[in-house]
C-alpha cells in the first residue's frame, strides 16, 4: 500500500527523485544532514502556535454549507471534511501531550519528503484512520465545540518538547515541528476541497 502510495504521489506531482538530498518546492527547502534528517525550513524559524488561525476562520465560515456536496468533487460532503480537519487536530494534540520525548527517534521517510516538499496531497488516494473518521451524522453544533476545542489544544504546542512525537500511518514518527508541518498540510488540503465542493455546486 505505501508503495503503491508514493508511486500515485510521484505521478501526480511528476517528482522524480534521482538523490534523496535536495527538494525545492514554494519557496521552501528540505535538507538531508549527516544523519539523515529532514527538516523542513521556513522563512520564520520560530512557529508561531496560532498557526491554523486562517485555516480556523475558513472553517467557521463553511460551516453554513455543511450540507453542500458535488461527488464530482469529493464522495464526502462538506460536514465530513470539516468534522475530518478537526478531529485530526485534536487527536494529535492530545497523541504529542501524551508522548514520551525521550522515546523519540530521527526517521527518513520517503513519502513524507516527498509530501512536505510538494505542499498537498494527491487526492483519493489516502483513506482516513478509523479514530479521525467523521460519525454518520455530524450535528452543527458539535462542529464549532471540535473548532474550540481544537484552538485551546493547539495552544499546548508552545509547551511540548521539540521530541513530543505521535505516529502517521503513511508518514512514520513525526516530531513537533513535524507535526506542524502536517496540520498544516492537511487542513489546507481538506479545506481546498471544500472550496471545489461549494464553488462548484
Known amino acids: 500500500m505505501i508503495i503503491n502510495f508514493i508511486v500515485n504521489v510521484l505521478k501526480t506531482t511528476k517528482v522524480f527523485v534521482q538523490e534523496i538530498s535536495f527538494y525545492k518546492a514554494r519557496r521552501n527547502f528540505l535538507v538531508l544532514d549527516n544523519h539523515f534528517k529532514l527538516s523542513f525550513l521556513t522563512n520564520d524559524t520560530s512557529p508561531s502556535y496560532s ?15 455543511r450540507d453542500a456536496s458535488n461527488h464530482r468533487v469529493s464522495k464526502a460532503d462538506v460536514a465530513w471534511h470539516l468534522d475530518h480537519i478537526l478531529k485530526t487536530i485534536n487527536v494529535i494534540c492530545k497523541s504529542l501531550e501524551a508522548s514520551n520525548p525521550c522515546e523519540y527517534k530521527s526517521n527518513f521517510n520517503l513519502t513524507r519528503a516527498v509530501i512536505y516538499a510538494w505542499g498537498d ?23 464549532h465545540r471540535q473548532m474550540e476545542r ?22 512514520d514518527i513525526l516530531d ?26
Open 51 to 65: 498557526f491554523l488561525d486562517a485555516e480556523f476562520d475558513r472553517i467557521k465560515d463553511y460551516i453554513s454549507e
Open 176 to 201: 513537533k515541528n513535524r507535526s506542524i508541518q502536517f496540520l498544516k498540510i492537511h487542513t489546507r488540503h481538506h479545506l481546498k476541497i471544500v472550496r471545489d465542493i461549494v464553488k462548484k455546486q
Open 150 to 171: 481544537a484552538k485551546e489544544n493547539l495552544k499546548t504546542f508552545q509547551n511540548l518538547d521539540s521530541k513530543a512525537h505521535f505516529e502517521h500511518p503513511y508518514f
Open 121 to 143: 496531497f494527491p487526492r483519493g488516494i489516502a483513506k482516513a484512520p478509523r479514530i479521525v473518521r467523521p460519525p454518520d451524522e455530524i450535528l452543527t453544533e458539535d462542529l
